[in-house]
Every structure is written in C-alpha cells, then in structure tokens.
C-alpha cells in the first residue's frame, strides 16, 4: 500500500493546494476564483493515472475530465442562481444535483473529443450570458483559519480515492468526477454565509472564466496521452 506512488500522491497535495492558496492571498479574492478554474486537482490527477495505469487509460480519463467540465459549468451556473434566491445550504444541494444530473446524462454519450469541445464551447458560452448580474462585493474577503486544511485534505482525498476507483469505476467516470468542484463548494458556502450571495457568484465567475484555459489544457493532455 505504502508505495512510492502513493507517497507522491500525499506530496503533491500540500505543494498545489499551498501554492494556490499562497498566490490567492496574494493577489485576491477573484484571482482566487481564477485558480480554482484551473486544473489544479484534475491534472494532478491525471498523471497520477497515467503512473499508475497507464497512458491509453490517462488519455480516457483526459477525455471525461473533459465530459465533466460540461457538469462543472452546469454547476456553477446553477449555484450561483440558487446562492441568489436560497440559503448556502439549499445552494450547495441545488448546484450538485444539477452538476450530479448532468454529469451521468454527459458520460452515458458515447461522443468523440472532436464533438465533446465545440459541445463544451457552446455550453460555456451560453452561462457566460446567463450569468447573474449582481454588485461585486468591495469588501476583501478574509479566509477562515480552517480553510487551507481543508483544501489540503480535500484534495489528498480526491486523489487518492479516485485514482484507487479509476480501474473499477472506468476512466470516462473516474475523469468526470473528478471535476466535481469540491473546493469551490467549500469556498461558495463559507462566502455566502459571511459575505452574501454576491460573494459566491464572484468566486464562481471567476472560475468561469478560467475554464477555456482548462479546457485547452485538457484537451491536448486527451490528444497526447493515447
């Protein structure tokens, strides 16, 4: 059990999670946002697949991260409307039902990478003219001490649980859960419950507007690892 692999596993989780953590500070709340978006916790991900099972099955598991951004943007669409109108609890539920939902509906389709991007496009670009229109908020948002050990445990949990469900679960599914935004929940409802709903939808949209980015990235991981 205690290989090599999984003490990477266990390594890698503190250096990204400390790294983003340190560069939010830095730099704000929205830049924060945009951290999030990346593949921070994906792309770990994937190389921890390829390692461990392979590169034909890493460039499976490429192609449902790729699916489950479908369910990420679903998500934080349906969030923030809901951070609007409910309570961070009722939004939290709202946001992963509809990530859940859209998640299965997507990896059930047997679709090429070719079809899944312009697929993706479209989505991103039709919630990018949904979004809610809300006041920024002005204030700077603290972080509670909590926080970062949390996002450390989180992520060291997503890796090593997922990539030890990969070969039984499938890597289309193993991929697209991955890209459940566990941190950005975490985030989303401490925000909301001390700042308000206009807190949420800015971290959200800041994550929003980074995916094109994971996107690319994700994509030419799909066609490389083959």
């Avoid at 400390?18 to 946002?33: H, I, N």
């Avoid at 946001?95 to 859209?102: D, E, I, K, Q, Y």
């Avoid at 299965?104 to 979004?131: N, Q, R």
């Avoid at 890209?179 to 949420?200: D, E, M, W």
Wanted: a positive charge.
């Amino acid at each position: 059990m205690f290989t090599p692999l999984f003490f990477l596993k266990l390594i890698l989780a503190p250096i990204i999670v400390l790294s983003v953590s340190y560069l939010q500070r830095r730099f704000g709340d929205r830049f924060g946002g945009w951290l999030i978006g990346l593949p921070i916790t994906t792309g770990p991900f994937i190389f921890i697949i390829a390692i461990q099972e392979g590169i034909n099955f890493a460039g499976h598991t490429a192609r449902g991260v790729l699916l489950g951004q479908i369910a990420l943007i679903v998500f934080c669409l349906a969030y923030a409307y809901a951070a609007i109108n409910f309570s961070w609890q009722v939004a939290i539920l709202l946001g992963t039902v509809a990530c859940v939902g859209t998640g299965f509906l997507v990896t059930s389709l047997k679709i090429s990478i070719w079809i899944t991007v312009p697929a993706l496009i479209l989505v991103w670009l039709a919630a990018m003219k949904m979004w809610p229109k809300v006041s920024m908020p002005t204030l700077k948002l603290s972080p509670p001490r909590w926080e970062l050990p949390v996002r450390i445990l989180v992520t060291l949990v997503l890796l090593v649980s997922l990539s030890a469900l990969a070969p039984h679960v499938g890597a289309k599914a193993a991929g697209a859960m991955s890209t459940y935004p566990v941190i950005a929940s975490v985030l989303g409802a401490f925000n909301q419950r001390r700042f308000g709903a206009s807190a949420t939808v800015s971290t959200l949209r800041g994550l929003m507007q980074t995916l094109p980015i994971t996107m690319g990235i994700i994509f030419a991981l799909g066609l490389i690892l083959r």
